[in-house]
């Protein structure tokens, strides 16, 4: 047994889908060449969106497809809970340790704001707008907090810093921050932490080696790297997954229909097909 932790962390807003499937079977396969351990932490900060029985199905189709691992929701673990919703207090806590570093800001921009702000809005759709820098507070701005309350808080960047990094799937990556992101979100005013601070949060409490994710994510990487800075944690070692496109070029995860896991079982469309047939012989 190496010391290689990696982990499968899907988000349970909707079924999984063959995109999932071969992003997390390719961290089962990384994680067992490297005779380590696999956690499934299931992502539900979302609470509008995710659901109980969703976060169960996906567990379920991925036993299906054949993937194993040693700590998860439904086996226990020495690094629990691993559902990120009955993990609040310990993110408040690293909200509190990130609060005394002087780099978080509360925010009352809204989203129009910060649109609104930019001369030319160029905002994928499920990408933050960049923040614009004339919109940042005074430096002093909340540093008397002692909890985020109800309110957005956002990251200071270091402005025309490269965030550089070696992936091991894609190669040499390199971001500029206040170009490619701006100060990004830390803490919701609805009560929960961002995206990033939870995924950071927990990536290093459960010690996590490695982080094997969709391609989609890679400008995110460098944002959590600076987080990682932050609080003086190594971070893990990278590797993202290139996006299972159809035949027009489109990202799965905008046309799933007929193609998720529960779907193609039901088909009868085996595991190992799921996980390496062309897509056309599986949209049927
Ligand atoms: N939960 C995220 C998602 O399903 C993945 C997060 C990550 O792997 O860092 O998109």
């Not at 054949?66 to 929701?73: D, H, L, N, V």
């Not at 499920?126 to 614009?132: A, H, K, V």
């Not at 979100?185 to 995924?199: C, H, M, N, Q, T």
């Not at 529960?262 to 009868?268: C, H, N, P, T």
Request: aromatic residues 8%.
């Amino acid at each position: 047994m190496s010391d290689y932790r990696g982990r499968i962390a899907p988000t349970p807003t909707g079924l999984l889908h063959v995109g999932h499937a071969r992003t997390f079977a390719q961290a089962a396969e990384r994680a067992k060449r490297a005779h380590g351990q696999l956690l499934f932490r299931i992502e539900d900060l979302d609470a509008q969106r995710c659901r109980d029985k969703l976060a169960q199905k996906s567990m379920e189709d991925c036993r299906w497809l054949g993937f194993a691992w040693s700590e998860g929701p439904d086996v226990g673990g020495p690094f629990g809970p691993y559902i990120q919703s009955q993990r609040l207090n310990y993110y408040l806590e690293v909200w509190k340790q990130l609060h005394a570093t002087g780099l978080i800001y509360p925010c009352d921009k809204s989203r129009k704001d910060v649109e609104r702000a930019l001369v030319a809005p160029h905002v994928e759709d499920d990408q933050e707008p960049i923040f614009p820098i004339e919109l940042r507070p005074d430096k002093n701005l909340g540093s008397n907090a002692t909890e985020p309350g109800n309110q957005n808080w956002r990251f200071r960047i270091p402005i025309s810093e490269e965030i550089k990094f070696i992936d091991q799937i894609q190669g040499a990556q390199s971001f500029t921050a206040g170009k490619d992101f701006g100060d990004f979100l830390i803490w919701r005013k609805d009560g929960f932490p961002s995206y990033e601070l939870a995924v950071v949060a927990d990536d290093h409490a459960m010690k996590i080696t490695e982080v094997v994710r969709g391609a989609d994510l890679l400008l995110s990487t460098a944002r959590q790297i600076l987080l990682y800075r932050a609080h003086n944690w190594t971070p893990p070692q990278w590797a993202h997954v290139p996006l299972v496109t159809d035949a027009q070029g489109q990202r799965l995860a905008k046309r799933t229909h007929g193609l998720s896991i529960q779907e193609l079982r039901e088909k009868g469309i085996t595991a190992a097909a799921v996980l390496t047939a062309p897509l056309k012989a599986l949209s049927i």
